[in-house]
């Protein structure tokens, strides 16, 4: 993990850049879904991981984002969230979460 943003759960105090907002950047069928790259969301504390996916999906009514979302692997930062409760994690204003749905295909 890097040292400037980690995982950190709701009873660790979060670091970041303070800028006021949390950027989400979408990937493959969620930026289909959504019909942009980007969204921010405006938030002057931290939000959980679950409230920004929330707030996101609210930005895109009547897409099947949700759905996509839902699936999707998640970036804080540049770390993984992997198996971490989204109810647990905490983004800070200034860091950004990217959805990267999963990729079919590969090697044989």
Not at 35 to 46: F, H, I, K, L, R
Not at 58 to 64: I, N
Request: glycine share 6%; aromatic share 4%.
């Amino acid at each position: 993990m890097s040292a400037e943003r980690e995982t950190r759960t709701r009873d660790e105090t979060p670091t970041g850049n303070r800028s006021g907002v949390i950027t989400v950047n979408y990937w493959a069928s969620a930026r289909a879904e959504a019909g942009v790259a980007a969204d921010v969301v405006p938030t002057a504390e931290p939000l959980t991981l679950a409230e920004v996916r929330r707030r996101a999906e609210a930005l895109h009514p009547d897409t099947r984002l949700a759905a996509v979302l839902s699936v999707c692997a998640v970036l804080v930062g540049q770390d993984p969230v992997s198996s971490a409760d989204p109810d647990d994690v905490l983004v800070a204003p200034g860091e950004t979460v990217e959805f990267l749905p999963p990729f079919a295909g590969g090697a044989r």
